[in-house]
């Protein structure tokens, strides 16, 4: 979608009329009952006599179709059959929810409800998600989720709140953001059956309102929530993010395997080029932030506008400003990317002038991609994935580009319908096109940490972050990004090995 690099001012509200988001939140924040699904503590709603047979529980692993994320997730599906075999338990089914549609739409999962229904309605007590970083312990997971009536509606997970109304989140809530829960997927979160068998029912019988797919778990709660229709979400201790193996993690039934994926050498920052959008109205507003900031930390950049400056330099590409889209813009420094006139790399990053970027984080996350693979990579938003749509990498957190995805790309006839087309959305149409999955990391951000829970920050290193507007981008990039500043970085991250599939 437009990331509105050189919209004029600072239209927030234009901005947010672009997702044209559906779901009402007309109640209160006095009305949600806070008291709805609470928390069930020890043996005080001992619903179930015994623990639950592993067999009752579908997991879905929320995968992805390129080679390292399916790697990764296989290699955690068959970890889950192994404990249930070391357990004599009955194996349990275990999907990569990326093969459970055609357009990798699955990833959204409410256009999937029906499936999980008509598959495991009859049988089955529990759908339990995880991510591919998610550790998970079947044991301690069993005798939590044998607290709940598996005959009830519950929805599980661990809360996550903003604590301000946020854009990203449509301004829901804007009285009280904080009372609104809903679940952070890296600690895992669950669907009792019933529940599903009435989501799958409900998504049959009314098409999905939204159009754009933007921050798919607050939306999922809001689904759910349906006005206080339905369960809000239930808090649960054992869901945790918790790094596997510290103390602190003993009693989890989940935990994080990593904060920041690295899979051995970094790569080097001159195989990276980067490309900085801009228009003449902010060379000397947004242009010395990155200079400040993160531009040591690049070997090759460009900062692309509609005027030509010697002073930063800018180089203008011949296409004109436009207020909206940049698509004209963005095709013309893919261009560029293969041309002579700027050195051979392996990988593209296209930024806005207001992205905020961690260079070195960067390195490390690419060392886990092959750049000979069509590789695209981001902050992944959907458009009408309910009726066959598209995902796509939003491009105010940066898009990634490896040499090889961009070749496929202008092989293709794939182009920009007028210059101020969404450039984001343009190439996501592009790649579903192709049958390239659009690859995403949640260490991109399409906004500043202030409009993300400090919760869901808490167990990231970020790589990105956008927009300048009602902050200092150079203390925001100082606290969040650079390398300095976060003794987590300087801490070995687990690595991970990049196999061959």
Not at 285 to 302: C, F, G, N, S, Y
Not at 433 to 448: D, E, K, N
Request: aromatic share 10%; with cysteine.
């Amino acid at each position: 979608m437009p990331t509105g690099t050189c919209l004029p001012g600072n239209k927030v509200a234009s901005f947010c009329l672009i997702f044209l988001y559906c779901i009402p939140v007309v109640a209160a924040a006095k009305d949600i009952k806070e008291d709805n699904h609470s928390q069930v503590q020890g043996d005080s709603h001992e619903f179930s006599k015994r623990l639950l047979d592993l067999k009752e529980i579908v997991f879905v692993i929320q995968s992805q179709g390129n080679s390292f994320h399916e790697n990764h997730a296989e290699k955690q599906r068959q970890e889950i059959l192994q404990q249930a075999a070391n357990s004599e338990q009955n194996l349990p089914i275990v999907l990569l929810i990326h093969k459970l549609s055609e357009n990798e739409a699955g990833w959204s999962i409410l256009p999937i409800m029906p499936r999980f229904s008509a598959t495991y309605g009859r049988n089955s007590s529990w759908i339990f998600f995880l991510e591919e970083e998610t550790t998970l312990k079947i044991p301690k997971l069993l005798e939590t989720l044998s607290r709940f009536d598996k005959e009830q509606e519950w929805f599980l997970g661990k809360p996550l709140h903003d604590d301000e109304s946020t854009i990203i989140h449509h301004y829901a809530f804007a009285d009280n953001p904080t009372v609104f829960k809903y679940p952070d997927f890296a600690a895992g979160w669950a669907l009792s059956m019933p529940l599903i068998n009435r989501l799958a029912k409900k998504v049959k019988d009314e098409p999905l309102k939204s159009d754009f797919t933007i921050d798919l778990k607050h939306e999922i709660a809001l689904y759910i929530w349906e006005n206080g229709n339905g369960p809000s979400l239930t808090p649960v201790q054992e869901l945790c993010t918790k790094e596997g193996g510290s103390p602190a993690a003993k009693d989890c039934a989940t935990t994080l395997k990593t904060y920041l994926s690295f899979c051995g050498d970094p790569v080097d920052k001159k195989d990276i080029f980067i490309a900085v959008k801009t228009c003449r109205k902010f060379h000397k507003e947004r242009i010395p932030v990155v200079k400040k900031t993160w531009q040591k930390h690049a070997a090759l950049i460009e900062y692309y506008s509609d005027h030509a400056d010697a002073t930063i330099p800018t180089i203008n590409l011949g296409v004109p400003n436009t207020e909206r889209g940049h698509c004209g813009k963005t095709f013309a420094i893919l261009e560029r990317f293969l041309s002579e006139a700027i050195p051979k790399t392996n990988w593209l990053v296209i930024v806005d002038d207001d992205t905020l970027i961690s260079v070195p984080r960067l390195q490390k996350l690419l060392s886990c991609y092959d750049a000979n693979e069509p590789v695209f990579l981001g902050e992944r938003y959907g458009y009408g994935l309910g009726i066959g749509g598209y995902s796509y990498i939003t491009g105010g957190g940066g898009m990634v580009f490896s040499r090889e995805a961009v070749v496929r790309l202008l092989e293709s006839n794939c182009r920009c319908y007028s210059n101020d087309a969404p450039d984001d959305m343009v190439l996501g149409m592009c790649f579903n096109g192709l049958g390239i999955p659009v690859t995403h990391s949640a260490l991109f951000h399409q906004a500043r940490p202030d409009d993300y829970s400090r919760d869901y920050l808490a167990h990231q290193i970020p790589v990105s972050f956008h927009k300048h507007w009602n902050i200092d981008p150079v203390t925001v990039f100082n606290k969040w990004l650079a390398e300095e500043n976060d003794p987590r970085s300087q801490q070995p991250q687990h690595t991970m090995i990049r196999e061959e599939l």
